[in-house]
């Protein structure tokens, strides 16, 4: 299987810390996107990252790619407690995103 | 105005009914996409079409049927319901997303509730 595979499973910090995020997967890939789930809502896209890339920021998000150990992290700075929500990994390797289980993360005030 | 939009956002039925989905896309974009979230939010791919034509059709039963009337419209119906239906489905756009996976948008989700 390609799922991508999130780490940790959920992540608690105090506002004002970062949070990182990790994510693995098995097969090649053309690039990698992170996702955001806010509670009872649609996912959101936050970032891509191509196969050839190794770096990206976006705004307080930095994601990183390691296509040797077939992994991404996902880096968030200075959090705030509106980034209490889900994230997700999706790997795409044609014309299909496969999803990760997702890291929760919980933003305290 | 909203980008992708779904109805019902939910959706409560018996065992054995037939029920509908239907979602719209008004970014002018070309692929279009079902999800089924289920209770643990593992997110999984169910079908995908570009230009009103199948391009990915995931082992899902044949209980469940697209229908693309066009490229904006993407709907989803599902014949005798069963228990492990339940789940949030989310329908989601692209642009070109036929060779390669584009950033996604995404519907607010539907949540199906099979008693």
């Known amino acids: 299987s390609q799922q991508g595979e999130e780490d940790p499973q959920a992540l608690s910090i105090q506002e004002g810390e970062n949070a990182t995020m990790n994510c693995s997967y098995k097969?090649?890939?053309?690039?990698l996107q992170w996702y955001r789930q806010n509670s009872g809502r649609g996912l959101v896209h936050l970032i891509l990252i191509r196969s050839n890339e190794r770096e990206k920021h976006s705004g307080r998000l930095r994601v990183t790619l390691d296509t040797s150990k077939k992994s991404s992290s996902l880096l968030i700075t200075a959090s705030r407690a509106a980034d209490t929500a889900s994230y997700f990994c999706?790997?795409?390797?044609?014309?299909?995103?496969?999803f990760g289980a997702g890291t929760i993360l919980r933003v305290k005030s | 105005d909203t980008a992708v939009s779904q109805t019902p956002k939910y959706l409560v039925t018996q065992m054995g009914n037939d029920k509908s989905i239907k979602c719209e896309q008004n970014?002018?974009?070309?692929?279009m996409y079902w999800y089924k979230q289920d209770s643990k939010k593992f997110l999984k791919i169910m079908f995908s079409?570009?230009?009103?034509?199948?391009?990915i059709n995931e082992t899902v039963p044949n209980r469940f049927s697209p229908k693309s009337p066009d490229k904006a419209h993407l709907n989803l119906h599902i014949n005798s319901l069963e228990l492990g239906d339940s789940a949030v489905y989310f329908c989601?756009?692209?642009?070109?997303?036929?060779?390669?996976?584009?950033?996604?948008?995404f519907g607010p989700g539907t949540r199906l509730t099979v008693l």
């Open positions: 989601a756009s692209s642009q070109d997303g036929a060779r390669v996976s584009n950033e996604q948008f």
């Open positions: 970014l002018g974009h070309d692929t």
């Open positions: 079409y570009n230009n009103k034509e199948l391009i």
């Open positions: 097969t090649s890939i053309n690039n």
């Open positions: 999706a790997t795409d390797n044609g014309n299909k995103l496969v």
